[in-house]
């Protein structure tokens, strides 16, 4: 099942996101200071193609930077690729089929606003080995 929805959400959304988020990351990776948001958001460009089966847990080592980080993320690129998600999942909801992918984007809405301290994991390893 987790296929199926994996090729849908690609085709039907995916692969918009993703470029959304490869731009972001060009952009951030122009200047030296900012590579790190570049890595992050081609990070999520790798997470937006194929969502189902993964899931976002934060990161047991972030600190105060990455929530600094998260802070400058959200006024350079976090808002309009949050508003990419709500968009997108907004139309998604129009049809019966799209609902699923529609929650799948309000899902993402977080990690797009503060994607820095969180690690994106497979379903089936979510939580082996955080918090302990």
């Not at 490869?22 to 081609?42: D, K, M, Q």
């Not at 400058?72 to 699923?100: D, F, K, N």
């Amino acid at each position: 099942m987790k296929t199926l929805l994996n090729l849908i959400w690609l085709v039907l959304a995916g692969f918009w996101l993703a470029v959304g988020y490869v731009v972001a990351g060009l952009i951030c990776c122009v200047l030296i200071v900012t590579i790190p948001f570049g890595i992050a958001s081609f990070r999520m460009a790798n997470y937006v193609l194929w969502p189902f089966g993964r899931t976002v847990v934060d990161k047991p080592t972030a600190g105060a930077m990455s929530t600094i980080g998260n802070v400058i993320w959200l006024i350079v690129a976090g808002w309009w690729l949050a508003l990419e998600h709500i968009l997108t999942g907004i139309a998604q909801c129009v049809t019966i089929i799209g609902i699923p992918l529609g929650i799948a984007n309000f899902k993402m809405v977080p990690i797009s606003l503060m994607p820095l301290g969180k690690d994106i994991v497979s379903t089936d390893r979510s939580f082996a080995g955080y918090g302990r």
